[in-house]
């Protein structure tokens, strides 16, 4: 170790020693360098701010900083000026589930990709034309969005000597498998690609080199924070443990024990570089316990406190005075000129529809807020992998990770109506020129269906996006057809092929409107007596809708609003079948009270006014859906009214018992019929109420619900995504 020559130095420098005394420039005070060196752990590094708490409270100089996977987030955050205090209280806000989870709420994406949310349960990547498996589990973006937002008083500095306390993060290397130090570059990257666990985070690339979790080849960069030049070395190792033969019973425990083989023998030797090594006692929990952190930070100050003997002597001896740290060292208020944008790693996304997305009025001072806000608009578009920023100058350089070329997909689904359904996508992404997606769905059951949809951005540069829609359809469903009474006389099956082109603007991620026109022909399975249907008919039908839609989930959303007006025409002069005019108009909000509880309303009203109808177009009531669809009147039989006119309303309560675990009680009211004093009248319409008890999975929501309707109790229970 150094420390010899450390003292010979000290002898020949004669420095003064005070325990006290706090330094004005400690540098040229004393140039004795104290390094820290920080190991990866996951959860268990948070353990690494308990000591830095200490550290602080009783001076401990701390001059150089190395870190590996949480030791280099903590240790990078703190290298530019924050405080141990300030990083504890922004760590424990933070909702870490959501910070390893990439999915974009649906208030954030545009009204033409909410429908594509919340249906798989499996996504395999398109890859040169075969079908991959993910190289990561999530890419990191929100994970990298919060290291940027705390890197930003040295968004603009390359250099991390240059920092308050130089550092360095250890990443590996995934083509050599060499470990590699950075010291320079994108703090945030350089923070994202020393954390990217493989298997869990996708690896990052960064300047050239395909890099990932240093844990795998130096858990513990004591070495390095040596070659950054510290005289005197103190080492927080909160790495695992190789587990005896009787803990080796999951996989998760085997994994961990392959990746800690090489790791161990590596550690033991970096442990025998420290001065001082210092060892919280995390064994006896989990590193996936992000719910812990207050746990992880105390158990940090604990073996801090027991160190702290040492630390002083081995301080005193070298005469390196003790020195309180400032307050926050970190101006998070600075903003940067930016007079333009520059765009890297597009190949087949437009750099116009890039800067678009941003919506930047450029050239104008920005704060970190207003830079964090451009590049989450730009990754919610959903094209993107990952998208991070770095500021040169007064350029804004928007670094970006295409998705891959497309995508299969499978969801599945199971209710207590005896529906079980299964759906396979597959997805292609960017087949012309401008913003564009390829789908084609195949859902197979009780009844199939088959459709193929393109979507096509035609204004890229332009403040409002158009969007052109085709969509080719096959369906097989079944027809319940009503007598004068609303009472389902006939189930019959019938066929749909349908052609359906919509051109739409949307005004903002939640607004949007959209005209189009649909052709399509039906076929009845039998050639039997029903009113107002033919066995086979054709429809040509005009229509417009106005769309708005700010819920935050598909599933169980806390807060947001849905509005829907739609208005279809059908006309005999146009080669038709049918004439009629459909208007339909619903809402549906969601007020939350608090973090956990919130209000449920709904209201849905429609009129069908016409002498020759579809087999679609009649109105119909009865059975579960999405519980914001009103038309779905919980607790009767599914279709077991309908007509011309429908009215329908409900309120409701939704409270989070446990993460992801609800409770909904509601109440609808609703009614279908004929004329329009049919459904106006409060005591003639159908009634229920009832409880819910819902789950949301992995593979979906899981439901169960029971209703009462003034006549029996019915139950209700699903698995799975609706799609």
């Known amino acids: 170790m150094k420390i010899f020559y450390v003292f010979l130095f000290i002898s020949l420098i004669q420095l003064n020693y005070s325990e006290n005394e706090a330094s004005v420039d400690y540098h040229k005070v004393n140039p004795i360098k104290v390094g820290?060196?920080?190991s990866g752990g996951a959860a268990k590094g948070f353990a690494h701010l308990g000591v830095l708490k200490v550290f602080e409270e009783e001076g401990i100089p701390v001059d150089l900083i190395s870190g590996t996977s949480m030791g280099s987030v903590i240790g990078g955050l703190y290298s530019v000026g924050c405080t141990a205090l300030e990083l504890e209280e922004k760590l424990l806000k933070q909702n870490w589930d959501y910070l390893l989870d990439d999915k974009p709420k649906r208030n954030a994406v545009s009204m033409e990709q909410k429908d594509q949310l919340d249906r798989y349960v499996v996504s395999l990547p398109f890859r040169d034309g075969h079908i991959n498996l993910p190289s990561g589990l999530v890419a990191g973006q929100r994970m990298e969005s919060v290291l940027a937002t705390s890197a930003w008083p040295y968004h603009n500095v390359r250099d991390f000597s240059k920092f308050k306390i130089p550092f360095a993060a250890i990443t590996t290397d995934l083509?050599?498998?060499?470990?590699?130090?950075?010291?320079?570059?994108?703090?945030?990257?350089?923070?994202?690609?020393?954390?990217?666990?493989?298997?869990?985070?996708?690896?990052?690339?960064?300047?050239?080199?395909?890099?990932?979790?240093?844990?795998?080849?130096r858990n513990f960069p004591v070495k390095d924070v040596i070659e950054m030049g510290a005289d005197i070395v103190i080492g927080v190792d909160v790495g695992s443990k190789l587990h005896k033969?009787?803990?080796?019973?999951n996989l998760v425990a085997i994994m961990d024990q392959t990746v800690s083989f090489t790791n161990t023998k590596n550690n033991d030797k970096q442990r025998a570089l420290c001065d001082v090594l210092i060892r919280p006692n995390v064994l006896e929990m989990s590193a996936k316990n992000f719910d812990r952190i207050e746990d992880w930070i105390k158990m940090g100050e604990d073996a801090?406190?027991?160190?702290?003997?040492?630390?002083?002597?081995?301080?005193?001896?070298?005469?390196?005075?003790l020195r309180r740290r400032p307050k926050c060292l970190a101006d998070h208020d600075l903003k940067a000129k930016i007079i333009s944008i520059k765009v890297e790693g597009n190949?087949?996304?437009?750099?116009?529809?890039?800067?678009r997305e941003a919506g930047l009025k450029l050239p104008s001072e920005f704060s970190e807020k207003d830079i964090s806000a451009a590049i989450s608009?730009?990754?919610?578009?959903?094209?993107?992998?990952?998208?991070?920023?770095q500021i040169d100058g007064q350029t804004l350089v928007v670094k970006v990770k295409e998705k891959d070329s497309g995508s299969f997909n499978f969801g599945l689904r199971y209710d207590r109506h005896g529906r079980t359904e299964a759906l396979i996508?597959?997805?292609?992404?960017?087949?012309?020129?401008?913003?564009?997606?390829l789908l084609f769905d195949m859902k197979l059951g009780n009844k199939n269906s088959f459709k193929a949809q393109s979507i096509v951005y035609l204004n890229n540069h332009k403040k409002h996006l158009s969007a052109l829609r085709i969509q080719a359809l096959y369906q097989e469903e079944l027809y319940f057809n009503f007598d004068k009474l609303t009472k389902p006389i006939n189930e019959l099956d019938y066929k749909r092929l349908q052609l359906d082109v919509t051109l739409g603007s949307i005004l903002e991620n939640n607004f949007s409107i959209r005209s189009g026109l649909k052709l399509a022909n039906n076929w009845l399975d039998e050639n039997k007596a029903i009113v107002k249907l033919n066995k086979k008919e054709h429809e040509t039908l005009l229509y417009s809708a106005v769309n708005y839609d700010s819920l935050d989930s598909t599933y169980f959303p806390k807060s947001g609003e849905k509005y829907d007006f739609e208005i279809s025409w059908a006309a005999s002069d146009l080669n038709n079948d049918s004439e009629y005019v459909k208007k339909i108009i619903s809402l549906f909000k969601v007020t939350p009270l608090n973090s956990r509880f919130s209000l449920l309303t709904a209201y849905k009203r429609g009129h069908l006014d016409g002498k020759k109808l579809s087999v679609q177009s009649a109105f119909a009531q009865g059975g579960y859906g999405n519980f914001y669809d009103m038309s779905t009147l919980y607790g009767f039989d599914r279709h077991s009214n309908g007509g011309n006119y429908l009215q329908s309303a409900m309120v409701g309560a939704q409270y989070e018992l446990l993460a992801n675990t609800y409770v909904l009680l509601r109440y609808n009211v609703g009614s279908t019929g004929y004329t329009k004093a049919d459904v106006d009248?409060?005591?003639?319409?159908?009634?229920?109420?009832?409880?819910?008890?819902?789950?949301?999975?992995?593979?979906?929501?899981?439901?169960?619900?029971?209703?009462?309707?003034?006549?029996?109790?019915?139950?209700?229970?699903?698995?799975?995504y609706s799609f």
């Open 36 to 38: 820290l060196a920080l």
């Open 175 to 217: 083509e050599s498998g060499d470990a590699v130090t950075i010291t320079s570059g994108n703090l945030p990257e350089a923070m994202r690609a020393s954390i990217g666990l493989p298997n869990a985070f996708t690896p990052k690339r960064y300047k050239g080199k395909l890099l990932a979790d240093g844990m795998m080849v």
């Open 245 to 249: 033969a009787e803990k080796l019973d």
């Open 304 to 321: 801090a406190r027991k160190a702290l003997p040492e630390i002083k002597s081995l301080l005193k001896a070298a005469k390196v005075s």
């Open 347 to 355: 190949a087949k996304v437009p750099t116009s529809f890039v800067i």
């Open 377 to 389: 608009k730009i990754y919610r578009s959903l094209f993107f992998e990952l998208v991070s920023y």
């Open 425 to 437: 996508n597959t997805t292609v992404n960017q087949f012309s020129k401008n913003i564009s997606q």
């Open 681 to 720: 009248s409060f005591s003639a319409m159908n009634k229920s109420g009832g409880i819910t008890l819902a789950k949301l999975t992995k593979a979906g929501p899981l439901e169960f619900s029971v209703f009462h309707n003034g006549h029996h109790m019915s139950s209700f229970v699903s698995i799975g």
